[in-house]
């Protein structure tokens, strides 16, 4: 499996933008499907963003669609996910997850995701 670890998170004020990163390392980026979820205190884990291996095509949930971008650079084992416009809302500790399959429902579920980071805090104050 791959080792993921993010980094980026902390406190902003609405309206503001962060950028998460997530660096991988143990096997070639470029085999992994990359994506994001978050988990709010109390509420279930939901999906944000998905990658494709070649960053060729992503996919959003409703939540964040025009407000977050997700990026990655296989050269560098890196994936990142630009937050702009943040919302309270959007407070939640941030996972990056990996996975060889692009299938979208397996990312909308999230359970059968093989690989995940620690997970980094983002708190948006009103």
């Known amino acids: 499996q791959v080792q993921l670890v993010e980094s980026g998170g902390g406190l902003v004020q609405a309206g503001g933008s962060l950028r998460l990163s997530c660096a991988a390392s143990?096997?070639?980026?470029?085999?992994?499907?990359m994506g994001w979820f978050r988990q709010a205190p109390g509420k279930e884990r939901e999906f944000v963003a998905r990658?494709?291996?070649?960053?060729?095509?992503?996919y959003y949930a409703d939540s964040v669609k025009g407000r977050f971008t997700i990026s990655r650079d296989n050269a560098k084992n890196m994936v990142h996910l630009q937050m702009n416009s943040l919302k309270p809302e959007d407070t939640a500790v941030y996972y990056c997850?990996?996975?060889?399959?692009?299938?979208?429902?397996?990312?909308?579920?999230?359970?059968?995701?093989?690989?995940w980071g620690q997970g980094t805090q983002v708190t948006v104050s009103s």
């Open positions: 997850a990996a996975d060889p399959e692009l299938l979208l429902r397996l990312w909308l579920s999230g359970a059968e995701i093989g690989s």
């Open positions: 143990g096997r070639t980026l470029s085999s992994y499907v």
């Open positions: 990658i494709s291996r070649s960053g060729g095509s992503t």
